[in-house]
């Protein structure tokens, strides 16, 4: 069975911080992949992070670089966003993901096709 829980979301204010978290279990805690994503009402799912599991490579989307920061706690099987300097265009359903494979690129790496699993999102609104 797999599972990826995220957790963490909620309301901030603009300039605040916040981290949300994702618990990965079942089949999915052996993928080599795990990203973030995000989705507005009425926008298409996008990708604003990813980690390389294995090489340790990360990726961030230009609307998040600099203020987002991808983690992931082996111990836990537990990925991570930390979002700094928060702005209203920040507010989204956001989903954490995983999968196998070897990132050759940012593109790949924050393609929705890219990933195996997701999880079902917590909302982060930023007013």
């Known amino acids: 069975h797999v599972q990826l829980v995220e957790s963490g979301g909620g309301s901030v204010q603009t300039g605040g911080s916040l981290i949300i978290s994702c618990a990965i279990s079942?089949?999915?805690?052996?993928?080599?992949?795990v990203g973030w994503f995000r989705q507005a009402p009425g926008e298409e799912r996008k990708g604003v992070a990813s980690k390389h599991l294995t090489g340790g490579h990360t990726y961030y989307s230009d609307a998040v670089q600099d203020r987002f920061t991808i983690s992931w706690d082996n111990a836990k099987n537990t990925v991570y966003l930390r979002m700094s300097n928060l702005k209203p265009e920040d507010t989204a359903m956001y989903y954490c993901?995983?999968?196998?494979?070897?990132?050759?690129?940012?593109?790949?790496?924050?393609?929705?096709?890219?990933?195996?699993?997701w999880g079902q999102g917590t909302q982060v609104t930023v007013s």
């Open positions: 079942g089949s999915a805690s052996g993928s080599n992949s």
């Open positions: 993901a995983a999968g196998w494979f070897v990132p050759r690129g940012a593109d790949q790496a924050l393609a929705l096709s890219s990933y195996n699993y």
